[in-house]
């Protein structure tokens, strides 16, 4: 998503209080939770193939009307469907085979009566028509919805976001992560002196009066947040990238005013891409085009259009969240967000409490860039000052089938577990070669955390199943606890789940050397007293002299 929750000096400001929130983060959750959350009977019989989302934008009303054809293919026979649509928006009518249905409202979620014969394996299609004023967001990209915006020549300036809240704050859909449409057609029509940017590529604009309707082509599957409408006085500029799959097209659609400034600071993105196609593997959407299109806000990770409102500043908004300078080297909205390429739009997660997938390796991916145009010192520094922004407050993994986030450590504290586990594989071509074929294996998939714990550990043929359990499912920083005695160096893990034991790399009398530490202590007898003993910092982990 959205990258961090509050500012970055806020964060800091608030690591005092942490402990304190360890005692307030129990959730309680509702019947809504559950029928957002979780795969219900009347989702789990149809599995999506396309969407046609065909819609009219007010934008002085702020206003929004239109239909979703749903084309969905039977996988067990069921004449109940759940159609998701967040009020204030009204789900006022669904139409199968010129037959308008029957629909039983609960809040968020829709019941429709199907009357044809759903048999296993058709394809079948389902209009839904919607209207009303969507939720206005008010801090987007983090509360969600419609930001109703003006540029500074008084002109509309519009954009959706909706992570976590989900989708369908503004559209109809199947608003659950585990089942994406194949492709998708985005149609919207606005007055025509504005421009829609949505995902995938432009195949038509058609004037219609005083105002024209945008047509959007999405050829590979996407997820549900991932889906865009922006619309403002956008003009476009473009490149063609020599990518690791052929020629690439990088477009670019911004404020009339800021076309000369973009045009400068948007080399960032194809740096981005020559970074991750090398640590990834080939950007997941040839087919699609990369666009980053500007926003009244800070910026997600919109599949294929990638939406930017970093000020057209280094940093984030102009700050270094490692605090290293690092950080200043490069615009943080285009790294990030478009990290998101890889890992949110490929690899989606299917419950959002394994939202780590799509954060803890995106926020790493930051690093990466670094790495590969900085090379790995520059990499390593600021991974490790992005730790300054870990609060340990609860799990990475949040809470399953309830629509429910981990905590906001999935971004930083992610990233050091990712970091420490490439200095546990001590081979960058394999590590790389991992994180390539994550991205091969679960191509335009959905995924779970055991997949990609599975996938890794199988890779590296270490079984990792307590190294996951540490950093992702407790608030516990292993730590080593370590005595000095003469020649003797003592030393075991504390604050470990059971059978924690990651080796970690030291330097005993400035040589290096890897411990194998447990739970029990255990000794390392030098061949000399034991002056000087340090715990290499690319481990994310913490120490204790006794
Ligand atoms: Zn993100």
Redo the contacts with the bound molecule.
Sequence with gaps: ???LYISFLLTLFSLSFSNAQLLTNKHTFTRQDTLRGSITPERAWWDLTYYHLDIKVEPDNKFISGKNTIHYKVLEPYNVMQIDLQPPLKLIKAIQNGEELAIKHDENAHFITLKQPQNTNTVNTLDVYYEGHPKEAIRAPWDGGISWKKDKNGKHFIASSCQGLGASVWWPCKDHMYDEVDSMLISVNIPAKLTNVSNGRLRLVERIGDTKTFHWVVKNPINNYGVNINIGDYVNFSEVYDGMAGNLDMDYYVLRDNLEKAKEHFKDAPKMMEAFEYWFGQYPFYADSFKLVEVPYLGM?HQSSVTYGNQYKKGYLGNDLSGTGWGLKFDFIII??AG?EWF?NNITYKDVADMWI??GF??YSENLFLDYHYGKQAASEYVIGTRRLIKNDRPIIGEYHVNHEGSGDMYYKGSNMLHTLRQLIEDDEKWSKILRGLNTTFYHQTVTTKQIEDYISEQTGYDLTEFFNQYLRTTLIPTLEYKIEGKNLKYRWTDIVDNFDMPVQVKVNNTEKWLYPKGDWKTHTSESKIKTFEIDADFYVASKKS
């Design positions: 998503m959205r990258i990770e990030h967000e998101h949110a799509h954060e995106t926020a």
